[in-house]
């Protein structure tokens, strides 16, 4: 087991305590709108935001350590387009904290996409291939899957939130 497939981990875990954090210093202000609101900005500036640019980094600079690790042959070209997808997420979700509001959603689709598509894809590399490299049948595969699932919800759980704070008569 290396530091490489608990990377992902950690940013889930920064992005709670960050927030967590942020959360507390300002209690007792921040309700359950505001808190989700704080989570979800976590949650683009780590997870997306600089979890794409780092699998970008990756990718790109040590891109064989990565294709091993993932179950891939060294030197596989479709290295460079995983990086620059990586790349374009993240700055979406870096962006996502600048441009508030509706832009989220772009982000938030473009990382659902490719992060399903990638999930999926481990599994097929699992069922035909029997790839059980730790990149690939990892925890990675978990956050492949999971991950976008959770955030689409916290995105939607915090519309719905401000929703019904602005609008008190939706408040039954």
């Not at 210093?25 to 935001?49: N, T, V």
């Not at 990086?83 to 689709?109: E, Q, S, W, Y």
Request: charged letters at 10%.
């Amino acid at each position: 087991m290396s530091l490489s497939e608990f990377v992902p981990v950690i940013f889930i875990v920064i992005t709670i305590i960050g927030a967590g954090i942020q959360i507390s210093r300002e209690r007792p202000s921040a309700d359950y709108a505001r808190a989700a609101e704080i989570l979800l900005d976590w949650a683009f500036l780590i997870i997306i935001g600089i979890g794409g640019i780092w699998a970008f980094i990756g990718h790109t600079l040590f891109a064989n350590l990565v294709a091993e690790s993932i179950g891939w042959p060294a030197g596989n070209p479709f290295q460079q387009e995983v990086a620059l997808a990586n790349l374009a997420i993240g700055v979406l979700g870096i962006l996502a904290l600048k441009i508030p509001g509706t832009f989220r959603i772009a982000p938030l689709i473009a990382y659902a996409i490719f992060m399903m598509g990638a999930g999926i894809g481990h599994i097929w590399q699992i069922i035909s291939a029997h790839n059980f490299s730790v990149n690939n049948a990892g925890p990675i595969l978990w956050i492949d899957l999971c991950m976008p699932v959770v955030l689409i919800g916290l995105y939607l759980l915090t519309e719905w939130l401000h929703k019904h704070k602005t609008h008190p008569s939706l408040q039954r």
